[in-house]
């Protein structure tokens, strides 16, 4: 039986599909969430096999007192899942400064707190599992989205170095890319009003936030669906590194990587020939 640490609880969201999934398979579950008065009915249905945590991610403290009453109560986490993040649009150029730093502190810095905490238990145990909510925005920059984009790349780049330390040490590090999911995630579109101070980039933002007003509970990923996918990764021997989930983000991130090595391929002799000549 394994104990998982799920981070961004939000009913109808991927944290809540993960406990579930996790609880139908056996396993025991620590689920965090800001706000956790939505969750304790639920806790409290699942007969001792789960606990509940209040948790701001983005407190570093928070997250280390949540992690040490997660391996008090349970004995040690085996499975993390980083699932809390939120993403904000807005132009590269005219999103304010503070809130560029709040997507970084949320989808990034927080990330990195919770595996800080997590990690010496799991090395302790030379096992565990660490599995990365990214996005295929993690992949491939989506217009209107440049800072959220640029988190999720961070957050690729951390996930990819990251295995590479812990494998020797027993713990294994998937990095999961979910496209268009059905969430709540874009629920928030219709109400909130766009925030751009340079007018040339309010077209594009209109298209934007109506393009994702037009999405919401017609997305064509099933979180369900998705985080079972996950579990069945995490069974197979070599596991992937990385997980795209949905049929659109399957497309959109083989199209852009295709395209990508294309050019890379096409620029080979310029890219040789900035090397010393051979002796």
Do not use: C
């Amino acid at each position: 039986m394994r104990t998982w640490f799920i981070t961004g609880g939000t009913p109808g969201g991927f944290g809540m599909a993960y406990a579930e999934a996790a609880l139908e398979v056996g396993d025991r579950v620590v689920l965090t969430a800001r706000s956790t008065g939505p969750l304790r009915e639920w806790e409290q249905a699942q007969q001792g096999r789960a606990l509940v945590l209040a948790l701001d991610v983005t407190d570093a403290d928070q997250v280390r007192r949540a992690v040490a009453a997660a391996e008090e109560h349970f004995g040690g986490i085996d499975v993390l899942v980083n699932n809390a993040g939120r993403g904000w649009y807005g132009s590269i150029e005219g999103m304010a400064d503070a809130a560029v730093r709040q997507q970084f502190e949320l989808n990034f810095f927080a990330v990195l707190s919770v595996v800080r905490a997590v990690l010496p238990g799991m090395r302790a145990r030379g096992s565990g599992w660490i599995v990365n909510m990214s996005s295929v925005a993690g992949l491939v920059g989506v217009t209107g989205f440049g800072h959220y984009s640029a988190t999720k790349f961070a957050l690729e780049a951390v996930t990819e170095v990251l295995r590479t330390e812990v494998e020797p040490l027993g713990v294994r590090v998937l990095a999961v890319e979910p496209g268009a999911f059905r969430t709540r995630a874009y629920a928030g579109f219709a109400d909130e009003p766009i925030s751009e101070p340079v007018a040339a980039y309010l077209p594009m933002l209109e298209q934007v936030r109506s393009a994702m007003v037009g999405q919401d509970g017609r997305q064509p990923g099933d979180p369900r669906r998705g985080v079972r996918a996950v579990i069945a990764a995490l069974a197979q021997d070599p596991p992937p590194r990385r997980l795209v989930l949905g049929g659109d983000g399957f497309d959109t991130v083989v199209t852009a990587l295709e395209r990508d090595l294309a050019e890379v391929r096409a620029a080979e002799s310029v890219s040789r020939g900035a090397d010393f000549p051979a002796s």
